[in-house]
């Protein structure tokens, strides 16, 4: 048998598990698996801040179906990928981070940039492991992958001390592990239809990962069927069409007060890949005494507050392909699935927002009108991602990227990936000036990669969610949630993409347009009234 380092083998283990690409900022202490990656087919995508390489590889692992991949150095490089880490656990989605780590001889010494990699990802990630036994690189990868797919998705980090890599192995990587997707028992699903039957107001809330456009076509048809209205996770308001009379809008910050009622008046509640956490509950207060079912395959439900009733340990495809020839069960109150639709239908159609500057609510119902059926919308964390959230449609799957714990900076970096794992669609990312600021710069990725997304800067000066709760709690007084902030439609150009400021609501459908056709990363610098913080209509 031939021989190689294991650097290579890990890098020939990813390629047998079908990785297409990994995300990385170069560091010392893994040069070998940089080697390994010349020449391989595995497309290394250098970003410029290892914040932005992790939120790429979390972007890939949530529109994929594998996890995304990360490469980073140790010390202050794993320190800036923390930020994906925290996400991607809080997010469920799979994640798999390499830190390159200080030689094994140095350890305990306080050596240049060491850190104890237990110590910072332990309650973090779902597991961290050093790769201590060189022999092992392919087994510990395929590991990795096998545990960030299964049961919760979540991240999963190892650490490679940089003379362990350079060790000489027998050149073998291992069949890679299935990851099983448990479909639910006859008994779970007799337990539910006899639920269904005395419902007369039944919710089905959908969100986590693994949906598919099949699975989220079944289970919208079962529920319209059966008259029961679906709402989304928070940030999980791709997993079924919202072209479905069932669809009713999604739960969580920016969500209806409709909703939240429905939440709170609902007789059974069945969680299909999510569980009741804190922020879809207002704050572990809404949805707290109907009878709950949850269909999640994770068996710990970590998470999840208050009763559970039942729990269907099943894959979320799994379980709506079975719902496809699900009996219908049960008549529903009058109203109750009716209403719901048309609440969501008001509460989505954009309104002018007016004040100064572009009115957001024009600008999306131009995007609504505008982009693709199947574009991918990426945005990280502030008040700017509710005009999206409220307004713009999910009718494909794997049409979203941004981040469920309110991690700002994902934007850009998601935009990247998205466009790097779908060619041939549209990439949006709408974007606050703070939040663009923070990882930005992964424009320059896009350029010398050839991803393409257009990006909508809202530009209003300030941090406005933290600058909204200052007016709440210290009214008069607000601190440190002022920005300057660049010519954004020049740093753009700087780069070489496309950039235009739109300073008139009347002007921006044409520039939308013209960055469209533009087939570069574009960006559309897009004042805004700074005293605007979400849309303004009549119907909340």
Request: proline residues 6%; contains cysteine.
């Amino acid at each position: 048998m031939s021989t190689t380092t294991a650097g290579h083998l890990i890098v020939g283990q990813l390629e047998r598990a079908g990785v297409q690409r990994v995300y990385t900022v170069p560091g010392e202490s893994f040069l070998d698996v940089l080697d390994g990656l010349h020449g391989s087919p595995i497309r290394n995508v250098v970003a410029r801040q290892e914040g932005g390489a992790g939120f790429m590889a979390l972007a890939e692992g949530r529109l994929t179906e594998l996890p995304g991949i990360a490469m980073v150095t140790r010390g202050p490089g794993a320190a800036n990928a923390f930020i994906a880490i925290h996400t991607a656990h809080q997010d469920a989605t799979p994640l798999i981070l390499f830190v390159g780590l200080i030689p094994v001889a140095d350890r305990g010494r306080e050596s240049f940039q060491e850190f104890d990699i237990n110590a910072w990802f332990g309650s973090t990630a779902k597991k961290v492991v050093t790769l201590d036994d060189a022999a092992s690189a392919a087994r510990v990868v395929d590991d990795a992958i096998f545990t960030a797919l299964s049961g919760r998705p979540g991240p999963v980090v190892i650490g490679l001390p940089e003379d362990v890599l350079v060790h000489v192995v027998e050149d073998a990587t291992v069949e890679p592990r299935t990851v099983a997707r448990p479909e639910p028992a006859a008994a779970d699903l007799s337990g539910l239809t006899q639920k269904l039957e005395k419902a007369r107001k039944p919710l089905v809330v959908v969100g986590g990962e693994g949906w598919t456009q099949e699975s989220g076509e079944q289970l919208a048809a079962w529920a319209s069927r059966n008259s029961v209205p679906v709402v989304a996770d928070f940030r999980a308001y791709d997993a079924v069409p919202h072209r479905s009379d069932a669809y009713a809008g999604y739960l969580g910050y920016g969500r209806s007060d409709a909703n939240a009622q429905r939440l709170d008046d609902a007789d059974l509640l069945i969680f299909v890949g999510c569980v009741r956490g804190d922020v879809l509950s207002d704050g572990y207060k809404r949805g707290l005494d109907a009878e709950t079912v949850i269909v999640n395959a994770d068996a710990n439900l970590l998470g999840h507050f208050g009763r559970v009733d039942q729990h269907i340990i099943a894959d979320v495809s799994a379980f709506a392909a079975v719902l496809a020839s699900f009996p219908a069960a049960g008549e529903r109150e009058d109203g109750w699935f009716a209403s719901a639709r048309a609440d969501q239908l008001t509460f989505s159609t954009p309104r002018p927002d007016g004040g100064i500057g572009v009115d957001l609510g024009v600008a999306m119902e131009v995007l609504k009108k505008e982009m693709d059926p199947d574009t991918v919308l990426t945005f990280g964390a502030g008040n700017h991602a509710i005009w999206p959230a409220r307004y713009l449609d999910h009718n494909s799957a794997n049409s979203l990227a941004a981040p469920r714990n309110g991690a700002m900076g994902m934007g850009i970096p998601a935009a990247v990936a998205a466009s790097l794992a779908y060619p041939g669609r549209q990439v949006i990312s709408v974007a606050g000036d703070g939040c663009f600021m923070m990882n930005g710069q992964e424009i320059a990725t896009a350029m010398g990669y050839g991803a393409k997304f257009i990006v909508l800067v809202v530009d209003n000066g300030i941090f406005a969610t933290i600058r909204e709760h200052q007016e709440a709690h210290y009214p008069d007084r607000p601190s440190g949630t002022h920005m300057t902030n660049p010519d954004f439609a020049a740093l753009a150009r700087s780069y070489g993409g496309y950039g235009e400021r739109v300073d008139r609501t009347e002007d921006f459908a044409a520039a939308f347009r013209r960055a469209v056709d533009s087939g570069l990363p574009a960006l559309l610098h897009l004042p805004q009234d700074p005293t605007t913080r979400s849309p303004k209509t009549s119907t909340n």
